[in-house]
């Protein structure tokens, strides 16, 4: 089963056979949701939306985990699964330590992590576009560095705690590019490789952010929203240009790119529905990839191809197999 965070909630698809017709329901309505996530240490998935962080077992049920400010961007758990990290709109970092997944309630209590705000760029943080304030629009943690937490913020850059959460470094990519730090995911690759996908480009580090390299130099697309890898494949969507400029017949003049050495060179792919439709969306499912796109089509990577599994009644921003 694959969960999908879209426009309006979360969708459960039971198959995504290219031969069977998308096999759907709507388990979850809510305002429009960010991210679905699984984690190794913890039973379930959540489901952090725009109108609070919400917990399932099952796909079915969902509890609202009650945190403090009620639109949630980004959502993780440290390797031990002993904490539960928020991030939010405005940028704000949360931590639980009394989450029970098995729990009837699951009632969490929180506490924020003020060094997040003590940041030197924090002022900076805003944009027209969001209410001129920002959000933690990504969250994570490696199990070979459990004490470390990245958060990427939309606006404002990458940072890293190493004190799971207390105190942080500013990792921000110093890049000539207007929106460097437009950071729209943080994918982890180990405990010091990160990509970053930005308003201007994709970004890599192999020191935990204090050096980045601009990995998408010959790729004539700028806007990227999340990076996924599997099977040692590297794949990135990206629209020409920012959201603004999506007018006219081509849309977001989107196109998908894979890499097969690390994003050092990417190769443009084929896919439905290019270049209309922005892939947003990833998640392995059944030894293979599953995208989903802003016009709502779940797609599917067969035989190192791409085929339309179905569509969905709204906009896919997030994928997770469960």
């Keep these: 089963m694959l969960l999908a965070g879209t426009a309006d909630g979360v969708y459960r698809i039971s198959s995504t056979n290219?031969?069977?017709?998308?096999?759907?329901?709507?388990?979850?309505?809510?305002?429009?949701?960010?991210?679905?996530?699984?984690?190794?240490p913890v039973a379930g998935a959540f489901a952090a939306t725009q109108s609070g962080l919400y917990h399932s077992l099952d796909g079915v049920e969902w509890v609202d985990l009650g945190v403090p400010r009620d639109e949630v961007y980004s959502v993780a758990v440290s390797p031990s699964g002993d904490r539960l990290y928020a991030g939010t709109h405005p940028a704000h970092v949360y931590v639980s330590t009394s989450f029970a997944p098995e729990s009837g309630d699951r009632e969490c209590e929180w506490g924020e992590l003020t060094g997040f705000q003590e940041l030197p760029s924090r002022s900076e943080w805003h944009t027209p576009?969001?209410?001129?304030?920002?959000?933690?629009?990504?969250?994570?943690?490696h199990p070979d560095?459990?004490?470390?937490?990245?958060?990427?913020?939309?606006?404002?850059?990458?940072?890293?705690s190493?004190?799971?959460?207390?105190?942080?470094?500013?990792?921000?990519?110093?890049?000539?590019?207007?929106?460097?730090?437009?950071?729209?995911?943080?994918?982890?690759?180990?405990?010091?490789?990160?990509?970053?996908?930005?308003g201007s480009g994709l970004y890599r580090t192999t020191d935990a952010g204090r050096s980045w390299t601009r990995i998408d130099e010959d790729v004539d697309h700028s806007y990227f929203r999340e990076a996924f890898g599997a099977d040692g494949r590297l794949y990135a969507a990206a629209a020409r240009d920012p959201p603004g400029t999506w007018g006219g017949e081509l849309g977001p003049d989107a196109?998908?790119?894979?890499?097969?050495?690390?994003?050092?060179?990417?190769?443009?792919?084929?896919?439905?529905g290019e270049p209309n439709e922005f892939v947003l969306a990833?998640?392995?499912?059944?030894?293979?990839?599953?995208?989903?796109?802003?016009g709502g089509y779940v797609l599917r990577r067969t035989d190192g191809e791409w085929t339309e599994v179905g569509q969905l009644p709204s906009s896919i921003r997030s994928l997770t197999a469960v």
């Design 18 to 40: 290219a031969a069977e017709s998308l096999d759907f329901e709507q388990a979850l309505e809510t305002d429009r949701c960010m991210r679905v996530r699984t984690f190794d």
């Design 129 to 141: 576009r969001h209410r001129n304030e920002a959000h933690v629009r990504s969250l994570g943690t």
């Design 145 to 160: 560095e459990p004490e470390r937490l990245i958060a990427g913020v939309e606006v404002g850059g990458v940072h890293v």
């Design 162 to 198: 190493e004190d799971r959460g207390e105190t942080w470094t500013e990792r921000r990519i110093e890049f000539d590019a207007r929106h460097s730090n437009d950071v729209h995911h943080v994918l982890l690759q180990g405990s010091d490789r990160y990509v970053a996908s930005t």
């Design 255 to 272: 196109a998908l790119f894979e890499s097969t050495d690390g994003g050092d060179t990417f190769e443009t792919v084929s896919y439905p």
């Design 282 to 294: 990833w998640t392995p499912h059944d030894a293979s990839v599953v995208a989903g796109t802003d």
